[in-house]
């Protein structure tokens, strides 16, 4: 009997190229903040994090995504932010708009309808800039505004060069 591989998963608003661009124009305010950038490819906004799932498991996520109705949105990134632990600074709206909380609410319940845990913690949307940073950077953080118009399930791997993330599938979010 062969063993499944289990795969490492999240679903995420994943940036389209001239998204992708305007993120990492946010590195360049970041100069007074010492820290680890993420890898531009794997700038992303989780939405729900499954963790470490096994074949069945996914195509069950994948059945609870296929349900999924909901319409575009815009959210406003606008503001940096710090934690002080696990030491991160990130970007991300001042105002989380409601079409966000609800694809967000969305998933977690199919997270929860595949037999897995959710993760107990308010939401609170951001695309991680720096890890192993030592304190909340002093810029002004830009104004970038995120059409979204579809999520994603994403594959992080481990790599001898680092974590890399990978996007299995994509949904389109339809009026």
């Known amino acids: 009997m062969v063993e499944q591989r289990k795969q490492r998963l999240f679903f995420a608003l994943w940036p389209k190229p001239e998204q992708r661009r305007e993120l990492q124009r946010c590195f360049s305010r970041l100069t007074d ?3 680890q950038p993420m ?5 992303h906004l989780t939405l729900a994090f499954p963790g470490t799932v096994d074949a069945a498991t996914r195509a069950c996520l994948e059945d609870a995504a296929d349900a999924i109705h909901l ?8 503001r940096f932010g710090y934690w002080k632990h696990p030491k991160v600074v990130w970007y991300g709206p001042a105002e989380v708009p409601e079409p966000l909380i609800l694809l967000a609410e969305t998933l977690e319940v199919a997270v929860r309808s595949c037999g897995l845990e959710s993760d107990p913690r308010p939401y609170r949307p951001h695309v991680t800039l720096l890890r192993k940073a030592r304190r909340m950077p002093d810029a002004q953080a830009p104004e970038m505004v995120w059409h979204a118009d579809g999520f ?3 594959l992080s791997e481990s790599h001898q060069q680092g974590i890399r993330y990978r996007v299995l599938r994509n949904w389109e979010l339809k009026s």
Not at 39 to 43: D, E, G, P, S, Y
Not at 71 to 78: A, D, E, H, S
């Open 33 to 35: 903040c010492p820290g």
């Open 39 to 43: 890898i531009a490819r794997n700038l």
């Open 152 to 154: 994603a399930l994403v």
């Open 71 to 78: 319409p575009p949105f815009i959210i406003g990134l606008n």
